[in-house]
């Protein structure tokens, strides 16, 4: 998922800022007339139940029975529903163990037995101080009120329970309610409307400048000529940045123009040593080819004459190869352009191999003739550097050496492997073994396997290899036959 932008991010944070005002500001009035509704019922059962209480007490104050429980349905058979009336709401009247004594109520609408207070309300109301209960229920989603209070005698006795059911009208407050929201919802949609505007203007207003800059960023480039900003925002902050961009722009001219004579430097440094590289490869076979003949010539040796061919020939090939390093170098091109011809891939290594005077050196093939187009100098080049490099792998100082050059042909592939049983290449370094001027020797550039890995990959080929430190490697060539 991309990232906002500065500009919808301040947009969009206005635009929520109101919505949760909003929110907030509808949620806390909710409350509030909940809050007063509850406290307006409250208030109103207490002095509805205060009333009725005081004119109970003036009608046992004057009534001629004598004030027992057993007499209050005869006190007030005809005071309940005069008290009922005056005070508009329902009375009942039950006795201390819950049993309906006397209601308000007509005749035909209290069930023939009338259900009892339930104990809990009964005991809540005996150990509360006030002797007083009131229980709320919900009804249908109507919330219900009911106050339980002791009726008492002149002497503080109690007689009886009074029971005052109170049903909570909300239709007043709910009406409020709507209206008000209405009202803030029609004042909060002004402000949205407004905030949508507002946060517009505003947002556009503080990007404009970074936009400005952002382009003048994206065109920056160190291969070209880079024009400053000149523009005055109104902010500080923003034409800091643009005097920080102005800076970058005059260091990066300079940095370019410093660069750019590095990297001709660095080329010429770079063609140098590859060149000094390539030239040194065919130098040290040729000079282990002169030793030989030097230490080995015997002018009776019947097979002198042989002999002076082969060492006459691996020369010329040297030789050939250090002629088309020095060629393509004057001429500034890459190495040695690949000169295809039809030969016996066995017999090249075998010669190549001819150079090295090492006897742990062996050579194993599957075929005499594997027959393919390739360039003679620069399969050489390969099996030279891949044979120098597993001798130079193995110490001096260690008894059993063995270096084993094996060519295989599977499925119209021919496969080089060199083997050795050297110190190995520490696992750390496995990811940039082919990476030029890479090199654990303490002598040379470092470039060898990076230009015989570009050859093999010109023929679509590929090199691998596997290693075990402390037991040897071996490198895997594989090229495509090609008739």
Known sequence: MSMLSLRIRIFLSMIILIVIASVLMASISIIQFKNEAKEYHQERLDRKENAIKEHINYVLSTTTYPLTQANLPLIFKDKIHELADIHNVDINIYSLKGKLLKSSKATF???????????????????????????IKNVNGIKNRSSYSQIKDDKFKPLGILNIPYVEDDGFYENELQQFLLRLSQVYSFMLIVAFALAYFLSTYITKSLKTISDKINETSLNQKNEKIVIEANSKEINLLINAYNGMVNKLEESAAKLAQSEREQAWREMAKQVAHEIKNPLTPMRLTVQSFQRKFDPNDPELKQKLNDYSKTLIQ????????????????????????TLNVVQVVELALDIFNEDFISFESSNNFIVTKLDRTQLIRIITNLVKNAIQSIPEEQEEKLVLVTVIEVEATVIISVKDNGIGIEPEHTEHVFEPKFTTKTSGMGLGLGIIKNIIENYKGTITFESEQGKGSTFIVSLPILK
């Open 318 to 341: 040297q030789i050939d190869t250090m002629s088309a390093v020095a060629s393509a170098f004057s001429n500034f091109a890459s190495m040695p352009a690949q000169q295809n011809e």
């Open 109 to 135: 609408s209290v069930d023939k037995v009338a259900p009892p207070i339930p104990k809990y309300i009964i005991s809540l109301v005996e150990s509360s101080v006030e002797k007083r209960y009131v229980d």
